[in-house]
């Protein structure tokens, strides 16, 4: 089993900045995909940054076209840890933001945080 914690969130005014966390924890081979999605009120959840790695040492990102340029996703696969850095954060990005992973295994089992609040508002 494996458990996946976010860290990092908070109240934030627009123009601000945070670094989300996300350890992974537990019976734990490697992971294919680690990623960021959020969901904010009455909204469906979506997907925000995620890293891809093709092999060990070839690895891809992905943004959303509304956070591009002022986040950055980073990751450790050996620490089973990753970050969200947000920068310029705006108002519409107020939302529960979730970490999810992709086992690198046959399975390919897919595991989520249990969420991390982020408002921004002056």
């Known amino acids: 089993q494996v458990q996946l914690v976010e860290s990092g969130g908070g109240l934030v005014q627009p123009g601000g900045s945070l670094r989300l966390s996300c350890a992974a924890s537990?019976?734990?081979?490697?992971?294919?995909?680690m990623g960021w999605y959020r969901q904010a009120a009455g909204k469906e959840r979506e997907l925000v940054a995620q890293?891809?790695?093709?092999?060990?040492?070839?690895?891809?990102?992905e943004y959303a076209g509304s956070v591009k340029g002022r986040f950055t996703i980073s990751g450790d696969n050996d620490k089973k840890t990753w970050y969200l850095e947000m920068n310029n954060l705006e108002p519409d990005d107020t939302a529960v933001y979730y970490c999810r992973a992709v086992t690198a295994t046959f399975t390919a089992t897919t595991y989520w945080g249990q969420g991390t609040q982020v408002t921004v508002s002056s």
């Open positions: 537990g019976s734990i081979v490697s992971f294919k995909v």
């Open positions: 890293i891809t790695r093709a092999d060990a040492t070839d690895a891809s990102t």
